[in-house]
């Protein structure tokens, strides 16, 4: 295969990845809800409880979508590159949190003696610090590569809007979650930082699509394989004489 065609599917595979991340966001709580209401759950008091949630003591229908969709969210922060070591470092530990939501569920029937603090809960929170962390100081980095300073302030806006609701939203969601567990507001609440969640790499995405940053290395590396390819030719011919 020419490698300056490789090189263009590497990086297309690379946008993708984000927008797979933006997709897994968006449907998460959706396809929860949906498969409950196939299965005749209610809406219940969270996201989490739907590893638990079954009708008349069977099996729980919705754990198996609940426990993929965390490993897959997982999954893809941990391939995904950083554009920074640190950034890099911040999605792994991200990546290990959500799964650890998954592996340690939330307590469930315990009533008084359920855990006020969990491996649970305290990874589903440090997995938005993390995301918080990125966004407040790693998303900026490539917006100088826009060019544009009106783009550049609007997606400085934009990540700022997503880092409060990162960093803000988790600890409403705890205290909401304490303070009424029966409430369906704290699925809602945790829905919304899933949103925000879906929002960020959307926002990130689109910017990277319209900066420079990806496209240049692209085109750098492009003509780095151009130009091996026509050394290595030289050389042929050159031992062909």
């Known amino acids: 295969m020419d490698k300056s065609k490789l090189l263009s599917q590497v990086f297309s595979t690379y946008n993708w990845l984000r927008f797979g991340l933006v997709f897994i966001g968006v449907a998460f709580p959706i396809l929860l809800w949906l498969w409950g209401k ?3 759950l209610p809406l219940q008091d969270s996201m989490s409880a739907y590893y638990w949630a079954s009708i008349d003591g069977g099996y729980p229908p919705v754990r198996v979508w609940f426990v993929g969709g ?12 950083g554009y920074t070591s640190r ?14 939501v998954a592996l340690f569920p939330m307590g469930w029937n315990c009533g008084s003696d359920c855990p006020r603090v969990s491996v649970h809960y305290l990874s589903a929170i440090g997995f938005f610090l993390c995301l918080s962390y990125v966004a407040f100081f790693e998303a900026r980095r490539t917006l100088g590569e826009l060019g544009d300073q009106w783009l550049q302030k609007l997606f400085d806006l934009l990540y700022w809007v997503t880092s409060a609701c990162f960093l803000v939203l988790p600890f409403v969601v705890l205290g909401v979650h304490w303070r009424t567990q029966s409430s369906t507001l704290t699925f ?12 960020f790499w959307f926002i990130k995405s689109v910017e990277l699509l319209k900066s420079e940053a990806e496209r240049g290395a692209l085109q750098v590396a492009q003509a780095a394989a151009e130009e091996a390819k026509r050394r290595a030719l030289q050389e042929a011919q050159e031992a062909a004489e």
């Open 38 to 40: 196939v299965h005749h």
């Open 70 to 81: 965390l490993f897959a969210m997982g999954s893809f922060l941990f391939i995904y590159k």
């Open 87 to 100: 950034e890099d470092w911040a999605l792994n530990v991200a990546a290990v949190l959500v799964i650890l």
């Open 188 to 199: 809602w609440l945790e829905a919304s930082l899933i949103y925000a969640f879906a929002l």
